[in-house]
C-alpha cells in the first residue's frame, strides 16, 4: 500500500508543471489585454467580443483532449504500450477532426458576426482578428492531445516548458505586430493593432503544436509509448512486455495493432463530449453571473472582474492538483488497483481543502492592498469586499467538484458529469444568482450567493458517483 505522504509528493511533482504551465497562459493573457489595451480602447472592445465567444469553443476543445488522459493512463499503468500508442494516435484523428467541425462552423459565424448584434464600429476590427483565432484551432487541437498524452506518461514538465516558451514567443510578436517596428525613426514593421495580436497568437499555437509534435517523435523517452518499432522490439528481448504484445511485436504486427479502428475513436468521442460540455457549462454559468452584474451597473461588473481575477490562483493550484490526480489514477485503475484510486482522490481533496483555506485566509486578510492593484475607487473596492463572504462558501464546493470531476476523468466515468453539471449550474446556480440579486434586492452579493449552491451541488453528485464506482469495482474483485 502506498502511504499517504508518498501520494502527496506524487501529486506534487506532477501539478507543479501543469499549474506553472497554467499560471504562464494566464499571464499572457493578462499582457495580451494590457498590450490591446494600450493600443486602443476599441481594439480592446474587440478583442474582448472575440474572446467571449471563443472561450467556450477552447473549453470544447480542451474537454475533447481530457479523454486522452484516462486511455493513455490506464494503458500505460499496466504497460499495453501497444495500447498507448494506439489511443495516441486516436486522440490526435479525433482532437483534429473536431477542430476542423469548429472551423467550418465557426467560418460561417464570422462572415455572418453582425447578427450578435455587437457595435457597428468594432465589426472590421474584430473580423479578421476571429479570423486568426479561428485558423488557429487545428495546431491548439494537436498540442492538447499531445499535452495530454505526456501528462497521462506522468512527463508533465515538457509540456509546461513548451507553452512557457510560446508565451514569450506570444508577448514578443505582440510587442512587435500590434506597436510596429521603428529603428533610427525608420518604419521597420507597420504597427497591426488588434490583428497582429491575433498573428502573434496563431504564431504561438503552431510553436506549441510544432514542438509538441517533435518532442513526442524524436524524443527516446516517447519512443516505445508512440509505438517505435525499435523500442517495443527491445522491451520485448528483455521481457519487459507481457506474453500477448511479446508475440505482436516479434511477429512484426506491432505497427497493425497500434493503428485507430473505429471503437477507439468512438471511445475518445464518448468521453470527450461529457467532459467539454460539463467545462461549458460551468463557464457559461460565470458568464450568465457577468451579465447579471452588468444588469446591475458598471461598478458591480468590475468589482466582479476583479474578484475572478484574484480568485485566479486559487483556482490554477486546484486545478494542478486535480489534473495530477486524474493521471495517477487512471494508471491506478489500468493496474486495478482501485484502493489507490481512492486513496489518491482523496489525499487530493484534502490537498486542495489545505490549500484553499490557506488562499482564502491570504485574500481576506490583503483584500484591500490586492484590490489595489486594479483600482482605487472607492465604490468599487467596498463592493470587492462585500463578496468575500460568499468567495469563501464556494471554495469548499469548487474543490470539491474539481477534484471529483478529474478522477471521474481518470476512471473514464463521465456520463454523469453533463446530466450534473446542468443541474447544478443552470437549474440552480443561475436562477439562485437571479432569485438573491433581483427579488431579494441583494444586488452584486446575491449574484455570487448563488455560486457555492451549484458548485457544492455539482461537487457532490461528482463525489457521490466516484464512491458508488469505486466501491462496485472493489467488490467486484473481491468476489
Not at 141 to 159: I, R
Not at 295 to 304: D, P, T, V, Y
Not at 326 to 334: C, E, I, L, N, P
Request: net charge neutral; aromatic share 10%; hydrophobic share 55%.
Amino acid at each position: 500500500m502506498i502511504s499517504i505522504k508518498q501520494h502527496i509528493r506524487a501529486i506534487t511533482l506532477l501539478g507543479i508543471p501543469l499549474i506553472v504551465g497554467q499560471l504562464g497562459a494566464t499571464v499572457q493573457q493578462f499582457v495580451d489585454t494590457a498590450m490591446v489595451g494600450a493600443y486602443g480602447t476599441l481594439e480592446l472592445s474587440a478583442a474582448g467580443f472575440v474572446c467571449n465567444v471563443f472561450n467556450l469553443v477552447i473549453f470544447f476543445l480542451l474537454g475533447i483532449s481530457y479523454s486522452t488522459t484516462p486511455v493513455v493512463g490506464a494503458c500505460f499503468g499496466r504497460q499495453d504500450f501497444l495500447g498507448v500508442a494506439k489511443a495516441l494516435r486516436e486522440s490526435l484523428i479525433t482532437g483534429v477532426t473536431v477542430s476542423l467541425l469548429l472551423v467550418v462552423a465557426l467560418l460561417v459565424l464570422n462572415v455572418n458576426i453582425e447578427i450578435l448584434g455587437q457595435p457597428e464600429e468594432i465589426i472590421p476590427l474584430a473580423k479578421p482578428y476571429f479570423l486568426t483565432m479561428i485558423l488557429s484551432l487545428p495546431f491548439l487541437a494537436v498540442f492538447n492531445s499531445l499535452k495530454q498524452f505526456s501528462d497521462a506518461l506522468g512527463q508533465t514538465q515538457l509540456p509546461m516548458w513548451v507553452m512557457l516558451w510560446a508565451n514569450v514567443l506570444n508577448i514578443l510578436l505582440n510587442w512587435m505586430l500590434i506597436f510596429g517596428v521603428e529603428v533610427s525613426g525608420n518604419t521597420l514593421l507597420e504597427p497591426l493593432g488588434l490583428l497582429g495580436a491575433g498573428i502573434a497568437t496563431l504564431s504561438a499555437r503552431v510553436f506549441m503544436a510544432l514542438a509538441m509534435v517533435l518532442l513526442v517523435y524524436r524524443r527516446e523517452s516517447y519512443s516505445a509509448c508512440r509505438g517505435d518499432f525499435n523500442a517495443l522490439l527491445l522491451l520485448a528481448r528483455k521481457d519487459v512486455l507481457d506474453e500477448e504484445q511479446r508475440g505482436i511485436v516479434l511477429s512484426g504486427k506491432a505497427r497493425k495493432c497500434s493503428m485507430p479502428d473505429r471503437e477507439g475513436l468512438w471511445r475518445m468521442t464518448r468521453i470527450g463530449i461529457p467532459i467539454s460540455l460539463q467545462m461549458c457549462l460551468e463557464a457559461a454559468s460565470f458568464n450568465v453571473c457577468a451579465i447579471f452584474m452588468g444588469w446591475i451597473g458598471s461598478k458591480e461588473i468590475a468589482a466582479h472582474q476583479i474578484m475572478c481575477t484574484i480568485s485566479t490562483l486559487n483556482f490554477l493550484v486546484m486545478y494542478g492538483i486535480g489534473a495530477a490526480a486524474a493521471v495517477r489514477v487512471s494508471q491506478f485503475r489500468g493496474r486495478e488497483e482501485w484502493m489507490e484510486v481512492r486513496r489518491t482522490a482523496y489525499v487530493a481533496f484534502g490537498m486542495g481543502v489545505c490549500w484553499f483555506l490557506v488562499i482564502s485566509t491570504v485574500i481576506c486578510l490583503g483584500i484591500y492592498p490586492l484590490t489595489a492593484l486594479f483600482t482605487h475607487d472607492v465604490e468599487v473596492t467596498a463592493i470587492v469586499v462585500s463578496l468575500l463572504v460568499p468567495f469563501v462558501a464556494y471554495q469548499v464546493g469548487d474543490c470539491m467538484q474539481i477534484m471529483f470531476a478529474n478522477v471521474l476523468r481518470g476512471i473514464e466515468c463521465v456520463k454523469i458529469m453533463m446530466g450534473a453539471a446542468f443541474v447544478a449550474y443552470i437549474l440552480v446556480s443561475i436562477p439562485l444568482s437571479y432569485f438573491f440579486a433581483f427579488e431579494m434586492g441583494w444586488g452584486a452579493v446575491g449574484v455570487w450567493c448563488g455560486m457555492p449552491f451549484g458548485l457544492t451541488l455539482a461537487g457532490a453528485l461528482f463525489f457521490w458517483e466516484f464512491n458508488r464506482q469505486t466501491r462496485m469495482r472493489i467488490r467486484q474483485l473481491n468476489r
